[in-house]
């Protein structure tokens, strides 16, 4: 029996270190529906970790039944063995020991080929829904008659077409594709659609290089030079990237305009053009798994290219015109005038100045008016707290959009002086002084971040919340914990902000004084509004006796959510930690 335990042991090790196997069940309520997610890559990994987040938010959100979650990774880095494949179905079965999953949802290509190869060993009657795949890929596929797929159609000769419209000059396409199996293909699918531009263009092709080789690639190419982002997974030196941080790192340094294929790298250093979107990519997963679950699967549902979309600010440091782009484009991130920059806060505190004065004006008069002078006062406070907003908003743009971009500019002329300055003491000092403009822009981005996030209008609450619950959790011990329920995609800008700023004060308060181990944050929908609860198992504290200061932090959550007509409560005992709940209502029409 020893024998036999440790090699079960043994076993388990291996499926978990060599196959990345990552299952993350949600609790299981009676009645919910179970849905296999297997990724390609893991959940992190771009543009895949969009898909999957929209998917899993939409999917709760439209589903009539509780829904759990059993998320699986493929190991990326290597094709299994069969000891290992074998012991990765052993344990995708033992998960599903008592009934198999009411839906399977693969993500990526890798992803859907090893469900289909393995269907049979593990549970041949459950649909499937295919997703985050090319329409090439997805037409190779043999489906039955209960699944269903939603593929992607990418143009790869329109994204070439964009760069020569934008920039006719250009001599020279350097095209960033990782060494995964997965992208090996697309290498050669690309090579294939790139034929007919042979004579227009040169393609060079750095799937042969690791990420810091390109960096040192794009900051030296020729004149008449444009990058193309294709696809970044795993790089030649087997390095792993998640989301979009190897396309910062090459922003940061490339001497030519990057230009990309999907709606995620917009912001983060691409020009724009015609891109594919995750968002509608993930919301017609949803869809379709919906369907499978109803019995009534759809056909392949293609998601195309959206309008083109571009962003200012890197129109700008090209030198692009506008007047080069497509009939129809969109221009994203392009700051608003001097008079739109400052017109809230002058309008404000002109307003403030004059209910002041007639807040003095009413007293000294008579006393009678009292009730109403504090009337004002509310409405006085309000606006303070959305000229404050405000206020933040834009600094954080400033800085975002001005200040970093002065920067990375500084890290790349640095980066000029260090390359040709190598092995000298100059070249050691510019080398310095490059880093020490990197880490600073990485600063100056993350208080940006701070004072306005802005994925709460890019993704929604919960995933701001998930965020900010990651950087407590990373800075130290404290264990967070982020939990769900039945919350809209789309929230008033208002209510969204209002709650994120609750839960970001009342994090922060723990962090600081509660001395807890453990903070839970539950986010749900209820009495037609949103709650909002945060929970730490620290050192409390007693509610029903007066501070002997008040609390700015505390005044300023209670006056958003005042605003917006919710309720705030504070409950707390000394030794048995504090539970902050918040509750604003939601319009109709939410």
Same mark, same amino acid.
């Given at each position: 029996?020893?024998?036999?335990?440790?090699r079960?042991q043994?076993?388990?090790a291996?499926?978990?270190?060599?196959? $990345?196997?990552c299952l993350?069940? &949600?609790?299981?309520?009676?009645?919910?529906?179970?849905?296999?997610?297997?990724?390609?890559?893991?959940?992190?990994?771009?543009?895949y970790?969009?898909?999957?987040?929209?998917?899993?938010?939409?999917?709760?959100?439209?589903?009539?039944?509780?829904?759990?979650?059993?998320e699986?990774?493929?190991?990326?880095?290597?094709? @299994?063995?069969?000891?290992?494949?074998?012991v990765?179905?052993?344990?995708?079965?033992?998960?599903?020991?008592?009934?198999?999953? &009411?839906?399977?949802?693969?993500?990526? $290509?890798?992803a859907?080929?090893?469900?289909?190869?393995?269907?049979?060993?593990?549970f041949?009657g459950?649909? *499937?829904?295919?997703?985050a795949?090319?329409?090439?890929?997805?037409?190779?596929?043999? *489906? +039955?008659?209960?699944?269903?797929?939603?593929?992607?159609?990418?143009?790869?000769?329109?994204?070439?077409d964009?760069?020569?419209?934008?920039l006719?000059?250009?001599?020279?396409?350097?095209?960033?594709?990782?060494?995964?199996?997965?992208?090996?293909?697309?290498?050669?699918?690309?090579?294939?659609?790139?034929?007919?531009?042979?004579?227009?263009?040169? %393609?060079?092709?750095?799937?042969?290089?690791?990420?810091?080789?390109?960096?040192?690639?794009v900051?030296?190419?020729?004149?008449?030079?444009?990058?193309?982002?294709?696809?970044?997974?795993?790089?030649a !030196?087997g390095?792993?990237?998640?989301r979009?941080?190897?396309?910062?790192?090459?922003?940061?340094?490339?001497?030519?305009?990057? %230009?990309?294929?999907?709606? @995620?790298?917009?912001?983060?250093?691409?020009?724009?053009?015609?891109?594919?979107?995750?968002?509608?990519?993930?919301?017609?997963?949803?869809?379709?798994?919906?369907?499978?679950?109803r019995g009534?699967?759809?056909p392949?549902?293609?998601?195309?290219f959206?309008?083109?979309?571009?962003?200012?600010r890197e129109?700008?440091?090209?030198?692009?015109?506008?007047?080069?782009?497509?009939?129809?484009?969109?221009i994203? %991130?392009?700051?608003? +005038?001097?008079?739109?920059?400052?017109?809230?806060a002058?309008? !404000?505190t002109?307003v403030?100045?004059?209910?002041?004065?007639?807040?003095?004006?009413?007293?000294?008069?008579?006393?009678?008016?009292r009730?109403?002078?504090?009337?004002?006062?509310?409405?006085?406070?309000?606006?303070?707290?959305?000229?404050h907003?405000?206020?933040?908003?834009?600094?954080?743009?400033e800085?975002?959009?001005?200040?970093?971009q002065?920067?990375?500019?500084?890290?790349?002329?640095?980066?000029?002086?260090?390359?040709?300055?190598?092995?000298?003491?100059?070249?050691? !000092?510019?080398?310095?002084?490059?880093e020490?403009?990197?880490?600073?822009?990485?600063?100056?981005?993350?208080?940006?971040?701070?004072?306005?996030?802005?994925?709460?209008?890019?993704?929604?609450?919960?995933?701001?919340?998930?965020?900010?619950?990651?950087?407590?959790?990373?800075?130290?011990?404290?264990?967070?914990n982020?939990?769900?329920?039945?919350?809209?995609?789309?929230l008033?800008?208002?209510?969204?902000?209002?709650?994120f700023r609750?839960?970001?004060?009342?994090?922060?308060?723990?962090?600081?004084?509660?001395?807890?181990?453990?903070?839970?944050?539950t986010?749900?929908r209820?009495?037609?509004g949103?709650?909002? $609860?945060?929970?730490?198992?620290?050192?409390g504290?007693?509610?029903?006796?007066k501070?002997?200061?008040?609390?700015?932090?505390l005044?300023?959550?209670?006056?958003?959510?005042?605003?917006?007509?919710?309720?705030?409560?504070?409950?707390s005992?000394?030794? +048995?930690?504090?539970?902050? +709940?918040?509750?604003?209502?939601?319009?109709?029409?939410?």
């Open positions: 029996m020893p024998s036999l335990a440790r079960l043994a076993s388990a291996l499926a978990l270190v060599l196959l $990345a196997l993350v069940p &949600d609790a299981e309520a009676a009645g919910s529906k179970r849905v296999l997610i297997l990724h390609s890559f893991g959940r992190d990994f771009g543009p970790d969009t898909i999957a987040s929209v998917f899993r938010t939409e999917l709760v959100r439209d589903s009539a039944d509780p829904v759990t979650f059993v699986a990774n493929l190991d990326y880095r290597r094709a @299994a063995t069969a000891r290992e494949t074998r990765f179905l052993e344990y995708l079965r033992a998960r599903f020991d008592d009934a198999p999953p &009411d839906v399977a949802v693969t993500i990526g $290509a890798p859907a080929r090893f469900y289909l190869r393995h269907r049979g060993e593990l041949p459950t649909p *499937l829904v295919v997703g795949l090319d329409e090439r890929f997805a037409r190779q596929l043999t *489906l +039955s008659p209960n699944d269903a797929a939603v593929a992607g159609k990418i143009d790869v000769r329109m994204l070439v964009n760069v020569l419209q934008l006719p000059d250009t001599e020279t396409i350097a095209v960033v594709v990782g060494a995964s199996e997965l992208e090996r293909v697309w290498r050669r699918e690309l090579q294939r659609e790139f034929a007919p531009f042979a004579e227009r263009v040169r %393609f060079e092709w750095l799937d042969g290089l690791s990420l810091a080789q390109m960096q040192e690639r900051a030296k190419l020729p004149p008449h030079s444009a990058i193309l982002y294709a696809i970044l997974i795993v790089d !030196a390095i792993p990237h998640e979009q941080d190897a396309l910062t790192s090459l922003h940061a340094v490339a001497n030519a305009p990057i %230009f990309g294929l999907y709606e @995620a790298a917009l912001g983060k250093g691409v020009v724009g053009g015609p891109y594919t979107s995750q968002r509608a990519a993930g919301e017609r997963t949803a869809a379709a798994t919906l369907g499978a679950l009534s699967p759809q392949m549902d293609i998601v195309g959206e309008p083109p979309v571009y962003d200012w129109l700008r440091r090209w030198n692009i015109a506008e007047a080069r782009l497509p009939p129809g484009s969109e994203r %991130f392009k700051p608003p +005038s001097i008079w739109e920059q400052h017109r809230a002058v309008i !404000a002109a403030a100045l004059l209910l002041q004065a007639a807040l003095i004006g009413a007293l000294l008069a008579q006393r009678a008016h009730r109403r002078a504090e009337e004002v006062a509310e409405g006085l406070a309000g606006r303070l707290v959305t000229a907003e405000d206020e933040r908003r834009r600094l954080a743009r800085l975002h959009d001005d200040v970093t002065r920067l990375a500019g500084l890290a790349i002329e640095a980066a000029g002086l260090e390359s040709g300055e190598k092995g000298t003491a100059k070249g050691d !000092a510019a080398h310095a002084i490059r020490g403009l990197v880490e600073l822009g990485e600063d100056v981005h993350a208080l940006s971040y701070r004072l306005h996030p802005s994925v709460i209008e890019d993704l929604g609450l919960v995933e701001a919340l998930r965020i900010e619950c990651d950087r407590i959790a990373q800075q130290g011990p404290l264990r967070v982020l939990d769900f329920q039945d919350v809209p995609r789309r008033p800008a208002d209510a969204a902000l209002c709650l609750v839960a970001q004060e009342a994090l922060r308060n723990v962090e600081r004084h509660a001395r807890a181990k453990s903070i839970d944050v986010v749900a209820k009495d037609g949103i709650a909002l $609860a945060v929970r730490d198992n620290g050192t504290f007693d509610a029903s006796r501070a002997e200061r008040a609390s700015l932090g005044a300023s959550m209670r006056e958003r959510v005042r605003l917006l007509g919710g309720r705030l409560d504070v409950e005992r000394p030794g +048995s930690g504090t539970s902050l +709940s918040a509750w604003v209502p939601l319009p109709t029409a939410a």
